[in-house]
């Protein structure tokens, strides 16, 4: 009894009620937890994904694509900091894997992976590629994680204090919370095509590539950017057109 009784006083204890903007969409977030929180375990979480893949021989097994996904990263870590500050103190890693179930993401605290199979199957160029990775920056630096879990927290009868490793266990494998939230996830992830393409584009990249780049996503079908989380690929497509254009004037 003492320790559930601990856990859940050591689960209050890092939330932090709290509202905040999304840099350049300006959306307001009730955010629930604290930014330490939630990237001590992402961290945790990524360092074990590592492992994993590590054993597997899949982790950094391409040389040249990690050099590649390093290179672009650094110039769009240099424009998600000039809109977030705080992301200056972050340690960020980035790692690639030749794991065929890995697309791409960036965990909070910027905790980049990129899925080399993904990359080749769409032959992303570079200007394709820092799209790709300037979409996931913008999902850490616009904190969607934090959001989710304190989206999660609030969901269930008295919003019954939980663990943030078991909401964090929650939001990976409960399909039927996945699609109670799926409203806010494609908020998300079309604030994360709008941001990442300011990033891109404040990094130094065409909107050329970064229209080709969701061109092919609604062309190739993609199964994990085109479910049911995420706008439609016609929208997205049209999104980026539309926003190239304003970001080219």
């Given at each position: 009894m003492t320790g559930t009784w601990l856990a859940s006083l050591a689960?209050?204890?890092?939330?932090?009620?709290?509202?905040?903007?999304?840099?350049?969409?300006?959306?307001?977030?009730?955010?629930?937890?604290?930014?330490?929180?939630?990237?001590?375990?992402?961290?945790?979480?990524?360092?074990?994904?590592?492992?994993?893949?590590?054993?597997?021989?899949?982790?950094?097994?391409?040389?040249?694509?990690?050099?590649?996904?390093?290179?672009?990263?650094?110039?769009?870590?240099?424009?998600?900091?000039?809109?977030?500050?705080?992301?200056?103190?972050?340690?960020?890693?980035?790692?690639?894997?030749?794991?065929?179930?890995?697309?791409?993401?960036?965990?909070?605290?910027?905790?980049?992976?990129?899925?080399?199979?993904f990359v080749q199957h769409l032959a992303l160029d570079d200007e394709e590629l820092a799209t790709l990775i300037g979409h996931e920056v913008a999902h850490a630096i616009a904190e969607h994680h934090r959001e989710e879990l304190s989206a999660v927290l609030r969901i269930g009868p008295g919003h019954p204090v939980r663990p943030l490793e078991t909401l964090m266990s929650q939001l990976d494998t409960d399909l039927s919370l996945q699609i109670r939230l799926s409203e806010l996830s494609r908020i998300q992830e079309s604030e994360a095509d709008q941001l990442g393409m300011v990033l891109a584009s404040r990094a130094g990249w065409p909107t050329s590539g970064m229209v080709s780049f969701y061109r092919?996503?609604?062309?190739?079908?993609?199964?994990?950017?085109?479910?049911?989380?995420?706008?439609?690929?016609?929208?997205?497509?049209?999104?980026?057109?539309?926003?190239?254009?304003l970001l080219g004037q």
């Open positions: 689960t209050i204890c890092l939330c932090q009620v709290a509202l905040a903007q999304v840099p350049e969409t300006g959306r307001w977030q009730d955010l629930d937890f604290t930014a330490d929180a939630v990237q001590g375990r992402s961290s945790t979480r990524y360092h074990q994904i590592l492992a994993d893949l590590a054993a597997n021989g899949t982790l950094d097994d391409d040389a040249a694509m990690l050099r590649r996904v390093r290179r672009i990263t650094s110039g769009l870590v240099r424009a998600a900091i000039a809109v977030k500050p705080a992301a200056a103190e972050w340690q960020w890693e980035m790692h690639v894997t030749s794991d065929p179930d890995q697309e791409a993401f960036c965990m909070a605290g910027g905790k980049l992976l990129v899925g080399t199979k092919k996503l609604a062309q190739a079908g993609s199964p994990g950017f085109n479910d049911r989380s995420h706008p439609s690929p016609a929208s997205r497509l049209n999104m980026a057109s539309l926003l190239a254009l």
